[in-house]
């Protein structure tokens, strides 16, 4: 398959899939190899996703395509409490499964300067909730099914250069394309609206020892532009960016056959208005992220690598009872809110291996689960009056496979 074709299959691909990420409204991982060690990648150099992770590792990378596809299953669920007579109503979204496409092609134009591409879709969120069972509407009282459907592109263009045998800095352009749809809130539309939006990313990677890597990387806000049919929904008249981001992180071959890696990554939902204000000013209420990722990988033999994981952080969605409502509480509110975008897991384990083919390209297969998570606060009814308790809760399983020339 020639670079161009494969290039032209993500980009449409990329476009045809949706789904809620794991972080809040990222991935846990860009890449199998780094899915199958929960994320942990701000230091490794073996895959072309550089452009998600960390630039500066293409200059390590060698010349060699990446092309995957994650099958990513959500499953979300939502409860409101004395909104549809005494007791509780809980409806599960439908749509739960998407595929998620990744490609990373990378070229060594000498000894320290590499010039690469990586596109992948980024997450986003989708929920679709159908009416109440008898009640002939949704959750927020409109005849109609209840959710969002955004669908992230991200092309990064990448260039990095060994500025020392063992060290290297690298840059990607942040080339974002994203389309919005919500059903079922009673506003004035619920078309598609799309919009670009641009960024920039930045890295350095150092092999300090023979066997300890590290690697830091910072991603700016992406900057789309307005969502002008949904400028009802959206603080700033429709403006839904991407949120700054950053990662540090150390890799140790520890022994021949064993590499252990640990990366800490800083999501900053609050730079984003629409996401991080308080639901009381007009945003979602997400707090900003800090995410711990833990991977090992081993070497079973020259051919067979295997891998696994686990990453922790805290949900950016927090509840508020009555009386944190009754003194002012930012929280109050947002979980009614984020019953469109219940990102609220926490806890991920995965699994994965690379096996080498005689040929020498390699097939890679990743596992992840993300453990069920539910956050609560108090529910209002239209006119303001404290009613029954209202739940968010998801978990999340994912299976996806990738193939990688050498070249």
């Not at 949706?18 to 990222?26: C, L």
């Not at 990744?102 to 320290?112: A, D, K, P, S, T």
């Not at 009416?131 to 990095?160: C, H, K, S, W, Y």
């Not at 300890?212 to 900057?223: E, H, L, Q």
Request: hydrophobic fraction near 40%; charged fraction near 15%; charge should be negative.
């Amino acid at each position: 398959m020639k670079f161009t074709q494969v290039f032209a299959f993500m980009a449409l691909a990329g476009l045809a899939s949706s789904a809620f990420a794991t972080n809040g409204m990222f991935s846990h991982g860009y890449g199998m190899k780094s899915k199958g060690m929960a994320g942990a990648s701000s230091a490794m150099h073996d895959d072309a996703f550089f452009g998600a992770n960390n630039p500066a590792a293409a200059a390590f990378a060698g010349n060699r395509i990446d092309l995957g596809v994650d099958i990513f299953s959500p499953r979300r669920e939502a409860t409101m409490g004395g909104a549809f007579g005494p007791g509780e109503v809980t409806v599960d979204s439908d749509s739960n499964y998407f595929p998620v496409p990744e490609f990373g092609y990378n070229r060594m134009m000498n000894n320290n300067l590499a010039l690469g591409v990586t596109v992948y879709g980024n997450g986003g969120m989708n929920t679709d909730y159908p009416e109440v069972a008898g009640a002939g509407v949704n959750f927020f009282g409109v005849p109609d099914r209840l959710g969002v459907d955004l669908m992230q592109l991200i092309i990064a263009p990448t260039a990095a250069y060994k500025i020392a045998p063992n060290h290297s800095l690298g840059i990607s352009a942040l080339i974002g394309y994203e389309i919005f749809k919500a059903d079922g809130l009673g506003g004035p539309t619920s078309e598609h609206d799309d919009a670009w939006g641009y960024g920039v990313r930045v890295g350095y990677m150092g092999k300090i020892t023979p066997t300890v890597t590290i690697g830091a990387a910072y991603a700016s806000k992406v900057n789309f532009e307005k969502l002008d049919k949904y400028n009802w929904l959206f603080l700033d008249q429709g403006d839904l960016d991407l949120a700054e981001n950053y990662n540090l992180g150390v890799a140790w071959q520890a022994t021949p056959a064993v590499k252990l890696a640990l990366d800490y990554q800083r999501i900053n939902y609050t730079s984003v208005d629409s996401i991080g204000k308080s639901a009381a000013d007009g945003g979602f209420g997400w707090d900003d992220m800090d995410v711990w990722k833990l991977g090992m990988e081993y070497k079973y033999n020259s051919k067979l690598t295997l891998r696994a994981g686990y990453s922790h952080s805290d949900s950016p969605i927090e509840g508020a009872s009555l009386a944190d409502c009754m003194a002012g509480s930012e929280n109050c509110g947002e979980v009614t809110l984020n019953i469109l975008a219940p990102g609220v897991i926490e806890d991920h384990v995965t699994l994965g291996f690379t096996y080498t083919l005689a040929s020498g390209n390699e097939l890679t297969m990743a596992y992840m689960h993300g453990f069920e998570n539910e956050v609560s606060g108090q529910g209002f009814d239209n006119f303001g009056a404290p009613r029954g308790i209202d739940t968010i809760r998801m978990y999340q399983n994912a299976i996806g496979i990738q193939y990688s020339w050498k070249m």
